[in-house]
């Protein structure tokens, strides 16, 4: 079986950085949804709270202050016409699945669909011959099992 993470005949070093850049970003990119995820469920979080602080506001005989709250903060849009569901929607749909499928059909059109080759060839490079817990592949000879003193 070839290795999927050895570098196909004709494919330049410059092509393997170039791609290893544009993985680079695109995986600074899953970062950046991700923190777009927390936002959206901290923002979420903090409204459904305010249905809390609301009773609590009635409770306490502040009713004008529980009125104020539901009227200006409670359900509001974070930006004009959206929650944050909608921004993670045009973020996924704008932006996102365009790099996705960009940064995909590089890696079919100019690797041959192998991933990782930058990280892959580093990997090779970085490596001591012969120490157990610096095996080219998982299915080397000398791997050792998770946790494991013996080889």
Known sequence: MEDPHRRP??????????LGSL??????????????FSF??????????????????????????AER???EILGRNVIPGHWTFQIVEAYDRTYYQAFKDLERAAVERLAEGRDHLYEAEM?????????????ARPDSPGTRAPNSPFT
């Open 9 to 18: 005949e004709n494919v330049s070093d410059e092509t393997v950085e170039a």
């Open 123 to 135: 990997k090779e490079a970085r490596r001591s011959r012969n120490h157990p817990d610096h095996t």
């Open 40 to 65: 959206h469920q901290l923002t979420g979080t903090a409204d459904l709270e305010l249905d809390r602080a609301v009773a609590l506001l009635r409770k306490a005989g502040h009713v004008e202050w």
């Open 69 to 71: 709250v539901e009227r």
């Open 23 to 36: 993985s680079k970003a695109l995986e600074t990119t899953e970062r950046a949804r991700g923190h777009l």
